[in-house]
């Protein structure tokens, strides 16, 4: 391309920029309610609109004759996912969402082969598509596309090394340590891989788990998928919650398990079943305990959710078990740790 072509075409981008500013902040908003309707987790939707230097080089480097319709990355996107299903998930979702050009769109994965590791993401090429830019804040991009990159957290990281020209990794390095590089590219694919298969095998443990709770089978370990389910279809758990909003305590939905499950392993108590004993063999004197604790706790009490009435009320019932100094170092104050001991006094 000659320099006056060249001149002439940074010049039109340098006029066009401002609207590929505002194309990158339209598909970056509209991306992220999409995701967040779909209710897919993810850890960042970011937008970069190209420089005016990387343009001028790219046309250059490429050769391009007419950028304005060569260069499809002018308005970047990039989503970051935790895991490679959830990254799947959002490819589905832009193809849905989008006008994407497959010819132009691709999954660099594909172009390692067999045989190597390295540089994996999703990018598409798309527009907002022909029904969205009827509306009248997305006429002005009607003929425009962006580039939207889906990846992993641990391929963002391999991108980042691999892409920063600056940093020692890049540029043509001696055998054994390209060799090296390439195994740690090999590594970041195998943890991502498990990963999502560690993501897959907890979904698979929660979906049974909820059976056993659901059919009244509580033989199952403490954790805090477990407890968590416990706590939602538990009868009475919904007795415990009522007596203690009856007594006086704020109830939320919010929930912190950690407490419960670290009073759980100091009294040897390690599954739910057992849990679901102390609570029904409580049932008599929940409601006058919760009302003590409640008036100790003065002007200050603590505001309640259901995992916290069920620790408080297995420390009430094996009160005699239960050491001060080890609810200290659980990280309670002196004055909550007495309020709950003192209140189990007098009810127990």
């Known amino acids: 391309m000659s320099k006056l072509n060249t001149e002439e075409h940074k010049k039109w981008y340098e006029s066009q920029r401002p609207t590929y500013e505002l194309l990158s902040n339209a598909v970056k908003n509209t991306l992220e309610s999409l995701i967040n309707n779909s209710k897919i987790d993810y850890l960042s939707v970011t937008i970069r609109t190209k420089e005016v230097d990387s343009f001028e080089e790219k046309i250059n480097r490429k050769n391009y004759q007419n950028p304005a319709h060569e260069v499809t990355d002018l308005a970047g996107i990039r989503v970051i996912t935790f895991i490679e299903s959830d990254a799947l998930k959002i490819n589905e979702l832009i193809k849905q969402s989008f006008n994407v050009d497959d010819s132009k769109s691709l999954d660099k994965s594909n172009e390692l082969g067999i ?143 950690t407490s419960l499950i670290k009073v759980c392993n100091y009294l040897n108590i390690f599954t739910i079943e057992s849990i679901d004993n102390i609570l029904k063999s409580s049932r008599s004197w929940v409601k006058p305990y919760l009302t003590n604790v409640w008036k100790a706790c003065g002007s200050s009490p603590w505001l309640g959710y259901s995992a916290f009435y069920i620790m408080i009320i297995i420390i009430a019932a094996n009160i005699k078990k239960i050491k001060r100094n080890q609810l200290l170092e659980f990280g309670w104050s002196a004055s909550k740790v007495d309020c709950i001991l003192d209140a189990a006094k007098v009810v127990k």
């Open 115 to 257: 045989d190597k590791f390295g540089y994996r993401s999703f990018h598409f090429v798309c527009g907002l598509g022909e029904a969205r830019c009827a509306l009248p804040e997305f006429e002005f991009f009607k003929d425009l596309v962006c580039e939207i990159q889906v990846r992993t957290v641990l391929q963002h990281a391999w991108a980042e090394i691999e892409h920063d020209r600056n940093y020692k990794f890049a540029g043509d390095l001696p055998s054994h340590i390209k060799r090296r590089l390439n195994l740690v590219a090999g590594l970041l694919e195998v943890a991502d891989g498990e990963f999502n298969n560690l993501s897959n095998d907890i979904d698979k443990y929660s979906v049974e788990s909820l059976r056993k709770t659901k059919s009244g089978d509580f033989d199952i370990e403490i954790n805090s998928i477990t407890i968590e389910q416990y706590l939602k279809e538990s009868e009475i758990v919904e007795f415990v919650i009522q007596s203690a909003v009856e007594a006086g305590f704020s109830y939320t939905h919010q929930n912190r398990y």
